[in-house]
């Protein structure tokens, strides 16, 4: 199947088929355009991610043809957050949000897009994408095939940001950047509808209920946090995460559900360009806002829906190739460029131990403070 079609032109190849990237692909079959799909990795599989969807989503992902409301997910309406020290704030959450895992959401999806007949090439990294003479080639271990239009949605970090040498990539090692991540499920004893965000030294851990009987629990740190703790994640975790009494008791009173935790490196939260060489940039790999607004799935959902925009006009031929960009560009802009600035100044009360103890102690009395931060993080309903 695949290919025999490599060979084929389609109106829109896609690099990337995380919820970006997946959720074009459905938009543009649905609108009739031909479209592929490249991802590298074989689906399902695991992805580090705190796997809370902010509400902004739901509709969206209904209209996609997933039925969220069948999957009787946990709905979550409370927010925890709790200092190194183990000072503890509560509040509620106006807009909320809603669990499910990456492994069992990007496979439906996937399948979803099959079904509205994306071509789907699974465990196939692009290499390359060239574009002349009006016209993609994009390049990967099953051949050649060609686009009008090509969008990118691979992710934090990709073989192609190295190669089209981004800025972000250039960057030196700075407090935006050079971030892990690790995810593990548990079992575990915690409320359903509530979302903790537990502050360690240098990072925070987010727990929060996904489908079937699991929760999620994934922090982000610093990679100069491992180092300094013999690169070992056990001994950074022993050491450093369950200083705090929060996550000591998740740790030591859950069962844990992986063998080995689920990671990522070279995180960056530095800006980033929404078009490099022609080619449309969505979800992360064209802004990746700071895990703990716990919305960067949805941003990935909603800039498909703007790019899904102007390519239909692009492509119906009623704007060009320049305007397509520019309107993008700008639109992207509009949606996202405050709520990833705000992101990045909230992140940076948290992490350092002594002013993250000091912050909670502080905000404590007023709980409304913490949901004004994450109405400046959010967006509405798209
Ligand atoms: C620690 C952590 C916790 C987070 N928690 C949350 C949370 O609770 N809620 C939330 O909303 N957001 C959270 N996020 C952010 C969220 O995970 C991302 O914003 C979201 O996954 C972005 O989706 P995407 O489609 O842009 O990228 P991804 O989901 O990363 O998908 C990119 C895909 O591209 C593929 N790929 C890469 N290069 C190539 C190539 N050359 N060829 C083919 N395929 C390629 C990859 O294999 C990958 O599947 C978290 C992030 C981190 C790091």
Known sequence: MIESSISK??????????LAGLSLSILLSKAGYKTILFEKEKYPFLKVCGEYISMESWN????????????????????????PNGNCISASLDLGGFGISRYFLDNQLKQIAEENGVIICEATKVNEVIFSENNFRIKSPLGESLATVAAAGFGKRSNLDIKWNRDFVKQKNSKLNNYIGVKYHIRTDFPVDTIALHN??????????????????????TAQNLKDNHSSIKEMEQKV???????KKI????????KEPVTISQISFDEKSQIENHVLMLGDA???????CGNGMSMAFHSSRLAFKRIDLFLKEEICR??????????WKIQFAKRMRNGRIIQSF?????????FIKTIKPFPFLIQKMIKLTHGKSF
């Open 9 to 18: 032109y389609f109106d829109v190849a896609i690099i990337g088929g995380g």
């Open 60 to 83: 969206f992902i209904e209209d996609l043809g997933l039925n969220l409301s069948e999957l009787n997910l946990p709905i979550i309406k409370k927010l925890i957050v709790s200092s």
């Open 200 to 221: 360690f030294k240098n990072g925070y851990c987010g727990i929060s209920k996904v489908e079937g009987d699991q929760y999620c629990l994934c922090y982000l740190t």
């Open 241 to 247: 995460l369950l200083e705090n009494p929060f996550l």
């Open 251 to 258: 740790f030591s009173q859950s069962e844990f559900v992986f």
């Open 286 to 292: 064209a802004g990746m806002i700071t895990p703990l």
């Open 322 to 331: 320049e305007e397509m960009e520019q309107q993008f560009e700008k639109e």
């Open 350 to 358: 948290f992490g350092k131990e002594k002013f993250t103890n000091l």
